[in-house]
């Protein structure tokens, strides 16, 4: 198409595209809220840094929810309280956040998402220490621990 050829065809759709995009947007489908129940109790986290790390060893701790109640989650994690413990339940799943301190005083933000309510996929982001961290916990507990 030659260059003023193009111009006449964008100027004859221009109604249309306006027309199209004047269209208020389809509603949403509704998404039953999930329980957070199934994240009750204890589950065994890996926190190896990386997978090549992983091949040498793995690196567990233990991420116990005792209450889960509404939008609000409560427990510990690496032994640490959680504190301002937030779930949401919007989107089809079962997503929540919280912050930790460690015992310099490093402060912690992480959040999950329940995947099938056996496993928790989860990202932890030392603010002091410049770090985020990728994770995993399944149901269970550690024998030993690991700091």
Not at 37 to 54: A, I, N
């Amino acid at each position: 198409m030659r260059p003023p050829v193009l111009a006449l065809a964008l100027f004859m759709a221009s109604p249309a595209l306006a027309q199209e995009a004047a269209r208020p947007p389809a509603p949403a489908a509704v998404v039953e809220a999930q329980s957070a129940q199934p994240l009750v109790g204890q589950w065994r986290v890996d926190l190896t840094s990386s997978p090549r790390e992983g091949v040498t060893g793995r690196y567990y701790t233990d991420f116990v929810v005792t209450s889960v109640d509404d939008n609000r989650i409560e427990g510990t994690f690496y032994g640490s309280p959680i504190e301002q413990g937030r779930i949401n339940r919007s989107w089809g799943g079962v997503r929540f956040a919280f912050v930790t301190h460690d015992g310099g005083g490093g402060t912690y933000n992480h959040s999950g998402e329940l995947v099938d309510g056996r496993l928790i996929r989860g990202l932890s982001q030392a603010l002091d220490r410049d770090f985020l961290s990728v994770w995993t916990a399944v149901p269970g507990t550690i024998d030993v621990t690991s700091w």
